[in-house]
């Protein structure tokens, strides 16, 4: 089982520490600044601010998925190395 973990982590790591991600990451920031800036803030049910909030709801999935990744990477679920809920600079 922990060579299971292991594995799965090191490919997390692999992924999480290259340039790719990285960039995608930067991608998606600047993706979700320019639907943010594209809303009406007059007239909040327009067919383009519901297009943009379902938008909205994917760029969150994604930085949610970038953090857990990140959070599996650092091993704060299974406290193997130095857990991050112990660091200091949390």
């Known amino acids: 089982m922990c060579v299971g973990f292991y594995s799965v982590r090191r490919s997390v790591h692999c992924l999480v520490t290259s340039s790719a991600f990285d960039s995608f990451i930067v991608v998606i920031i600047c ?21 943009l909030s379902y938008v909205d709801n994917v760029f ?14 650092k091993s704060f679920i299974r406290q193997i190395e130095m857990p991050v809920a112990k660091e200091k600079f949390n």
């Open 31 to 51: 993706a979700s600044s320019v639907t943010l800036a594209a809303e009406d803030p007059i007239d909040g049910t327009s067919v383009r601010n519901v297009a």
């Open 60 to 73: 969150t999935v994604l930085f949610a998925l970038e953090m857990l990744l990140k959070v599996a990477k």
